[in-house]
């Protein structure tokens, strides 16, 4: 048998030994391409190559890409779990020509790789090819090519229509016709007639092992197809499922790279798995789909959260726990299966092993919060559902309730439907969602229109040339004038719009450093810059106000960049950089960058990380940045391509492609990727003081800091603070915490005698009540309502008449502050004898409607009406008076 890796290294070994570069996977979150939301697919990262916008040094490449299908056009969700085959995480593996060999070579070599080098029996394989659709020709040259290369006769070479035989990545990009290579997996020889019939949910029948695409066109936003440059190659086979080929088993499931993690799911479930399509199997098969899914996006610092990625990913984690919750689990046990997966895939993906604290820890926070309302949220829907027929739907404001105050993905209650036999209210449910968007924040309407503005501009114009590393002023024309979303030929005093030159030194906003601000004049006139923006790469877009004179296209301008903002705004993004460096020195690389913010007057800074900084590691980061300060290193910047930044150790975010040159910057030890502006030498930044470290979202924590002038700001308003204080208490300035601590101690005490005298206050202005005591025979007796709020203090205010009057039977009465009425009786112990305590005090409570009980020298009662307490302690005389009331 060959193991899953085998196969991995096997194939890639193979097309190395034809010519092939050996090509690391691209990331899952696919760098500076909102058309996609996850690779999903190896020529992802070969977009541009393929389009002619990027070039390699090498024509042929191979790579293990990981994919994620799970939105947009390949979306495999539903099927994870149900089928033998369908994953949201899978490997692919691919061979991929740009502009070299094409249909022939790439036929010959898949028939050699599947027969020889896999071994599968080739009676048992049929391709497809592109049958002509869309007023596209039919693909005749591929089926001679299938003819001639693997002999096969023309009733294995099937013609389908642009459905199955057209491959396009997206709505937009490369795209071509292709050729599919068929397995049949089961009992008894094929027929191919049958290709195209689902495979059974076992695994048994047809299943689609490679895709050749032809890669000859690109799609564009209006769906039209324009030539490539060069025709291609991409091809792209499922690893799971050639694993399952090869290894002889129907089920991907049940190969080397997913077996481990449904064992590992049926263990803690304490279930046994037997592979069928019964309920608990298809839950521990998506259990183990959505580990794997888990683990690489939270490796690629994609965390779980409200919007985009981070949502797809909470959906995928909420589906796995509720799956858990349903085969009976009930600790927290993602984390452990998305571990186990983290070791399945760590050797071929290394990020993995490095974010394996990472993995662990989001996947039980999640875990933890989703639980906390995963029952609550389950009794809900039953409460609702309990006692519908089949068939019922759920209505869409109890479907938003869900998924607002529970935390039920859509998707998840769409499932739970389908378990159940209800269907979900989707409409109603995007109704409500879009009432609450309303709410809670305005609407983006008109974005797209301003885009193509921006994109007409910029098409004519070209790249504006920024020329703000080497200085802060500039001469150039202006290109164009924009207001209010549409090109004018004149700004004048007054007016705000957009100014955009060939040239300019202004840096538009990017690597979360703002744009800068400045002057623009004309002989004629002069334009404040607020902001300066990059709507589409290369655009340089100055956003202000002319406040005097006026402007046209072609007017010759000086460009002024604000020298202490710019300035204020260097030293900040020089300091991230050190600061991300002393960060990770402290914590480790687990700390990932998820974004940053470098203005004039502070720095933000968000990083990954499961605790606050202690206050010993914020200080230990401030010592490492000041003292790179202290040395006064230079910092270099170098342009190189972007394998040798990342030999030297570079960090940041690669959003270059392969073959692009990038902007290092070298600051002491910090080595990290930057379009942004800094400063000449670390000594310009002057001291860098940490203001806060707090936490943004699970998992996420932002540091905010200050630089040079900033800084003496900070510490100018904190020494003011403290003499503030220290005049107010009448301290030296560094004693003040010790006389505050003092101070404090003492009005603790004072607030406790405060409340000591109260008391004594209450019971003593009561003591005149000794005099009401009357004599009843040869006893006195005492009965009073007073209001003392609470049953202590009333008990004390009797034991003192008593003690005072003794012997003496005593009744008080006072209502509570919540409305209700207490009675308390003593009596001195000799009269006990005759008369108890307990048995008065039942007497008495009768009268506002209560009960009580105790002692034979003290009882109490409670009582519902306290406006009958009066009357009630009153009873107490006649009581005496009567024969009855006596013991025995
Ligand atoms: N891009 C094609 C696919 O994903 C071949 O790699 O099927």
């Not at 691919?94 to 896999?118: R, V």
């Not at 006692?387 to 309730?401: N, R």
Request: charged share 25%; aromatic share 6%.
């Amino acid at each position: 048998m060959r193991t899953g890796k085998e196969i991995r290294d096997g194939f890639r070994q193979f097309f190395v030994r034809h010519g092939h570069e050996p090509v690391a996977s691209g990331p899952l979150v696919p760098p500076n391409d909102p058309s996609l939301m996850f690779s999903n697919a190896g020529m992802v990262q070969f977009k541009d190559v393929f389009t002619g916008q990027q070039s390699r040094p090498a024509k042929r490449a191979t790579t293990a890409q990981k994919c994620v299908r799970i939105s947009g056009k390949h979306n495999d969700l539903e099927n994870v779990g149900v089928t033998a085959r369908h994953h949201t995480f899978f490997e692919m593996l691919g061979n991929f020509s740009f502009g070299d060999y094409f249909k022939q070579e790439a036929i010959a070599l898949a028939w050699e790789l599947m027969t020889e080098g896999l071994g599968l029996p080739p009676d048992r394989l049929v391709v497809s090819i592109f049958g002509g659709d869309q007023g596209l020709e039919p693909d005749h040259e591929s089926a001679a090519i299938w003819r001639e290369v693997a002999g096969l006769p023309e009733e294995r070479i099937l013609r389908c229509g642009a459905k199955d035989n057209f491959w396009q990545m997206g709505d937009t990009g490369p795209c071509g016709p292709c050729s599919e290579i068929h397995y049949f997996q089961g009992e008894g020889l094929p027929d191919p007639a049958t290709l195209g019939h689902e495979p059974r949910p076992d695994g048994s029948g047809w299943v689609e092992l490679w895709n050749l695409v032809f890669m000859q066109f690109e799609r564009h936003a209006k769906a039209t197809l324009r030539p490539l440059p060069a025709p291609s190659i991409d091809t792209g086979a499922g690893l799971e499922r050639l694993a399952a080929a090869a290894q002889g088993v129907l089920s991907n499931y049940d190969t080397d790279l997913l077996r481990p993690i449904v064992d590992l799911a049926s263990e803690i479930a304490g279930k046994p798995y037997r592979g069928t399509l019964a309920a608990d199997d298809i839950s521990m098969r998506v259990i183990a789909d959505h580990a794997r899914m888990t683990s690489c996006l939270i490796s690629e610092g994609v965390l779980p959260d409200r919007d985009g990625r981070a949502y797809v990913l909470r959906r995928v984690m909420r589906r796995a726990i509720r799956h858990g919750h349903r085969l009976g689990i009930e600790r927290l046990f993602l984390h452990e299966c998305a571990l186990k997966a983290v070791d399945l895939l760590c050797m071929e993906y290394p990020e993995l092993d490095e974010q394996r604290a990472l993995v662990a820890q989001i996947s039980e926070q999640e875990e933890e919060r989703f639980r906390a309302t995963l029952r609550r949220g389950l009794e809900r829907l039953e409460s609702h559902t309990t006692g519908k027929k089949p068939g019922h739907t759920l209505p869409g404001s109890l479907a938003f309730e869900l998924y607002d105050t529970y935390g039920f993905p859509l998707d998840l209650q769409e499932v739970i439907g389908h378990e159940q036999g209800f269907s979900v209210d989707r409409e109603g449910f995007e109704r409500a969602l879009g009432a609450a968007r309303e709410r809670s924040a305005g609407s983006k309407v008109g974005e797209q229109a301003v885009a193509a503005v921006y994109r007409n501009l910029s098409s004519g114009l070209g790249r504006v040339e920024f020329v703000g590393y080497e200085r802060e002023q500039a001469e150039s024309r202006i290109a164009s004038l924009l207001c209010d979303g549409s090109e004018v030929q004149l700004l004048a005093k007054g007016q705000s719009g957009e100014l955009v030159t060939k040239l300019t030194p202004f840096y538009a906003e990017a690597g979360g450093q703002v744009g800068d601000r400045g002057t623009i004049t004309s002989a004629q006139g002069l334009f404040e810059v607020s902001d300066t923006q990059a709507p589409l790469p290369g655009l340089i877009v100055h956003r202000g106000r002319v406040s005097d004179g006026t402007f046209a296209p072609g007017q010759q301008v000086r460009l002024a960049v604000d020298h202490a903002r710019r300035s204020a705004t260097r030293r900040n993004h020089s300091a991230t950089h050190l600061m991300h460096w002393a960060l990770r020195t402290v914590l480790g690389p687990q700390a990932v960058q998820k974004g940053s913010l470098v203005g004039p007057d502070r720095l933000r800074f968000d990083y990954t990380a499961s605790r606050p900084l202690a206050a010993e590691q914020i200080g230990e980061i401030e010592d490492l940045v000041n003292e790179r300060v202290l040395c006064n290193a230079p910092a270099a910047t170098e342009v190189l391509p972007l394998a040798q930044a990342k030999e030297r150790g570079a960090i940041g975010i690669f959003e270059e492609k392969y073959g692009s040159v990038v902007r290092m910057l070298t600051l002491a030890e910090s080595i990290e990727l930057c379009g942004g502006t800094h400063v000449e030498r670390t000594g310009d930044i002057g001291l860098f003081k940490i203001l806060s470290d707090t936490g943004l979202a699970a998992g996420v924590r932002r540091i905010e800091a200050v630089t040079g002038t900033g800084a003496m700001a900070h510490l100018r308003r904190l020494e003011r603070e403290l003499s503030e204080t220290a005049r107010l208490v009448k301290s030296n300035l560094l004693d003040t915490s010790d006389k505050v601590g003092r101070m404090l101690q003492r009005h603790r005490e004072q607030q406790h005698e405060v409340k000591e005298l109260k008391r004594q206050l209450v019971a003593g202005g009561r003591r005149d009540l000794s005099s009401q005591a009357r004599k009843v025979g040869a006893i006195t007796v005492l009965g009073a309502s007073v209001d003392v709020g609470d049953a202590r203090a009333l008990r004390e205010l009797a034991d003192k008449l008593r003690n005072k009057l003794e012997p003496a039977v005593v009744a008080l009465g006072s209502p509570t502050k919540d409305g209700r009425a207490i009675l308390v009786c003593t009596v001195s112990k000799p009269l006990t004898v005759r008369y108890q305590a307990g048995k008065l005090v039942r007497q008495l409570a009768e009268v506002v409607g209560g009960a009580g009980g105790g002692r034979p020298d003290f009882a109490q009662a409670g009582g519902s009406n306290p406006a009958k307490l009066e009357q009630a302690v009153q009873r107490v005389y006649s009581l005496i008076a009567s024969p009855e009331a006596e013991v025995g």
